[in-house]
């Protein structure tokens, strides 16, 4: 059990910011996104992305539609450096793709970097150092000033050497390392001498971007620090203020909203949420959670699976079933009540309409999946999921008291087999029950006179291996068939429909039967290629199951004719 954290674990103070504006505001657009799956991605693989590995993946970030990639840590890897120098002499870069690298503030480091991105079209130069409390005095032991000092002298190293390198359209771009841990006054102070090194303009802008390296607080204090940077920071019009959130609590798509909100304009991180420890914020929920707010991401997740199964074979990392949007479960209802409320939210749902289905936020569909996965059977289910399987993967539409009935029968199976029961174990279940024949009853085939007046019906039934006929007139075959065969019934309900259970379609005729003494109710189905042959062959059913009871079926065989019973 764990013990009182009070004395080891002292909450995150809140922001002095009383009249803080981003809780009434909510997102309009979306922001700049920023990739760093090559980078901090990367950084972050047991196994580093190998060259075939990086082409791939650079080439997938591309289609996906990110403008801003961030493609490598030259001056750490000769990997990366070699990448960096293969996208740029191949010119593999899209026209409208900016490339960009990352740097500690270092002087031998910023030149490498540099050197690797020399004669890019475009590209970010991402400098950086620490500045937190904790890593001042623990890490580097140095004081506020040395700390500035050092983020100072990379940025005019930054400008300088960029100068010497017209040919590229450069973007500069810095982070103080641990921002949400670092007292905001300083944070403000060194932006402010970094973006002044820089020498930021509204027409050439710089980025400045505000990492929660690691979550030290709820995504309401990072709202309140960032809006705070947004008021504060000097030469506004001049940045561009970007974030960088990581998820050790769990919530940096919560975090990330909030500080668009709060006035960030831009957006570090990895799809699926790849990175150090718990990982960055996860870019395909941020982007789809917007989608479902009615804003156009700008990114294009159409076939989300694709990219995760290429994301995943990439990076050697799977992606949880229960992964927003795109993990297998996702669009998944085995309860009960979820799946009858999404069968009838499915069935109403107009395709000119905005989408309002229960239990599902966004439209599988908009993100590549079909609805045959949204609802599985297991123990849990109940009969709204029967429902939907047979509708989706065979266009069976069944009448409620038979989805009840069947509904009992696919539990009774899932209560004793265990696991999930497939659409193909449900239609089983459902010829089982409905479509197979009585043991002393079998229809064996008819014959059909239409007349002017009426129709007349001769059944032909094996009853206890013996052949006999039972022949009626009335209007229509049904009505006929119901006068031909003995006992008082009356028929009460009849549907018809298609169904795709092989490879041809078949007619599916349901009946629903009520004895007139007792009042007994019977359903049935037949299936044929015939619809008056599958409609006889579910009336027999039903007849035989009604009329056991009352010993009519296996006694003397009738000839009924206009419906007046008399001697063969």
Known sequence: MLSTPHHKYRPFAPVNLTDRTWPGRTLQAPPTWLSTDLRDGNQALLEPLDVDAKWEFFELLCAVGFKEIEVGFPSASRADFAFVRDLIERRAVPDDVT????????????DRSIEALAGARRAIVHVYNAVSPVFRDVVFRKTRAEVMAMAVDAARRVRALTERRPETQWVLQYSPEAFSATELDFAKAICDAVVEAF????????????PATVEVATPNVFADQVEWMHRHIARRRAVILSVHPHNDRGTAVAAAELAMMAGAERVEGCLFGNGERTGNVDLVTLALNLYTQGVAPRLDFSRLDEIARKASRLT???????????????????????????HKGLSAQRPDAPWNVPYLPLDPKDVGRDYQAVIRVNSQSGKGGVAHLLETHYGVVLPRRMVIGLGAAVQARADEEGGEITAADIWKVFCDRYLKDPQTVRYQGHDLEAGIDGDRVRLHLAIDGQTVRYEGYGNGPLDAACRALPGAMRLCHYEERAVRAGSDAQALAIVEVAGLEDGRTVLAAGLHESLVTASLMALVRAWADLAADAAIVGSRPYIAVGGTATAP
């Open 99 to 110: 490339i960009g690298v990352l740097t500690p503030a270092r002087a031998d480091l910023i």
């Open 199 to 210: 020498g930021a303009t509204e027409e050439a802008p710089v980025i400045i971007n505000l």
């Open 316 to 342: 050697r990392l799977p992606v949880h079933p229960r992964h927003p949007y795109v993990g297998d479960l996702v669009y998944t209802a085995f309860s009960g009540s979820h799946q009858d409320a999404i």
